[in-house]
């Protein structure tokens, strides 16, 4: 789909939530391949995030949202990092799903490669004409069934719950996220037949 990437299977990939304080909240992706370490600001709500578009690719909605253009059948969640952003990319499609995540890179770059439907002509506008060598950027590209990621994401989701919290200013920052969609999921992953 995207030019010259590799991508791998979902079910290989991990999330690790590591310390929630003052605002920051360590993550830890990861695959067999390869680990990457990264701290959140306050500055955005990184599990609900991705537990709505989850939800809503699931649901097969449209995505209409805040954190970029959203059309269709893509979205894109940003992890504010106050240094270098984390933008994951999500592509949804017949049960099936592709997450790209990247570090420090336009938002238009990545919104424009999804909206143009991988079309390799965005590549070379972006990497001849912008100067951009988008591979220096890629952290991850996975691919695979989406029941794969919501199952891992429920676990994510259950391990945070199961934690005790540390009180500071922030309140539950970190820790909070849409009870509704979190039922929505786990009504996904528990009644999930394989067909």
Known sequence: MIPGIIFTPISEFS?????????????VI???????????????NPLNDILRMMVKGIAGKPFYEQNGMLIGNQCIVLHDTERDDITWAFYFDNGRMHITIWKDINTDLIEDIYYQ???PTTFEYYEFMQDVDISKHLLFALEGPMIDFARHFKTVLENLSARKRVVDGFKDWGYKYSEKNYRL?????????AG
């Open 30 to 44: 990861s695959n067999r391949d390869k680990r990457y370490e990264y701290t959140i600001s306050y500055g955005c």
């Open 15 to 27: 999330i690790d939530i590591g310390h929630i304080r003052n605002g920051w909240m360590d993550v």
């Open 117 to 119: 439907q991988f079309d």
């Open 185 to 193: 999921l786990k009504e996904y992953v528990e009644g999930y037949v």
